[in-house]
């Protein structure tokens, strides 16, 4: 483990809050060396977030921008969905989050009245997809999750809502009794409506048999499960690796589903891999998979995502 000099962690500490949940060190214990590393990495302060640099922002996706922003926790970027920021809080924080301005650098959640968003719903009956996204959804006390989630189905327009989460990596324990009791009367009060998770995995290793047990019991429920992962370097830029992550996925359930290219947000240049370098990789992924199981490599900007 790299060590950093007392001034150093002092300066990071007073940046970026530091987060990594208890289940993630006893996870990581038993991986090797080389797994153990890439794991903790994402989540471990380092001096190099400190550094500026050229092209990067604390909004990268310029989210808060007034045209897409019509709530503080809403973004409406695509026109037949919003993504709902529930929280500022992650089980983990991840140090190339592209809301490093609202996680790391938190002083304290905007939340807006949901009558407020419902209204807004009416308004514009083009939106059919609601997509809880934070921070991590998971970190709100189930009754306050699934009371948001009834209302949000309730609305006759809404037809799906996916709920994006680091937790089956991270925090499995989030994925309580309780959790599955609101899902299934979720899942029973709104028959017709589809519910998806998007799993946050970007390594083989990070996938344990907790998370396995979580997407089989989703899976149950007829709820399917998709990954995103992000492309970092030191990480998971090399074919041979996002092989490994691609059919480890299949083997729990997981559909891949995007790699993106890194967010170029505020203190993390270093996991940067370049456009030209993150194509031959994907290129070499491509010749060692099933076109069923090759994520969408895309980036990511105000407008939408685009193939890289």
């Known amino acids: 483990m790299q060590l950093i000099h007392t001034d150093v962690q002092a300066e990071l500490r007073a940046k970026f809050r530091t987060r990594i949940a208890p289940f993630v060190r006893r996870h990581a214990a038993t991986l090797a060396a080389d797994e153990q590393a890439r794991f903790l990495k994402q989540f471990t302060p380092d001096p190099l977030e400190l550094q500026d640099a050229i092209g990067f922002s604390d909004d990268p996706l310029r989210e808060d ?36 301005r609202r996680t790391l650098l938190s002083q304290g959640h905007n939340q807006s009245r949901l009558a407020d968003i419902l209204a807004y719903l009416e308004q514009h009956p083009e939106i059919n997809e609601v997509i809880f996204s934070g921070g991590d959804p998971l970190m709100l006390p189930v009754h306050d999750l699934f009371g948001r989630a009834q209302q949000f189905l309730a609305a006759p327009t809404v037809q799906f809502l996916r709920f994006h989460t680091r937790a089956a990596t991270t925090a499995p324990g989030l994925f309580s009794e309780n959790f599955f009791t609101a899902l299934e009367n979720l899942r029973r009060s709104h028959p017709q409506k589809l519910c998806t998770f998007v799993l946050h995995i970007n390594t083989a290793s990070e996938i344990s048999d907790a998370t396995r047990q979580i997407v089989q019991r989703l899976n149950h429920l007829g709820i399917r499960c998709y990954a995103q992962s992000v492309l970092l370097r030191g990480i998971n830029d090399s074919s041979p690796v996002l092989t490994q992550l691609c059919l480890a996925l299949a083997r729990a359930s997981i559909q891949p589903y995007y790699l993106h290219q890194l967010d170029r947000v505020t ?36 407008h939408g995502k685009y193939p890289l």
């Open 65 to 100: 921008d007034a045209d897409i922003h019509p709530f503080p926790d809403v973004v409406h970027k695509y026109a037949t969905k919003i993504l709902y920021l529930t929280t500022d809080e992650c089980p983990v924080y991840c140090r190339y989050c592209t809301r490093k």
């Open 267 to 302: 203190g993390s240049a270093h996991f940067e891999v370049a456009d030209d370098e993150a194509r031959r990789i994907y290129s070499e992924l491509r010749l060692t998979l099933p076109v069923y199981l090759i994520p969408r490599l895309v980036r990511d900007s105000k």
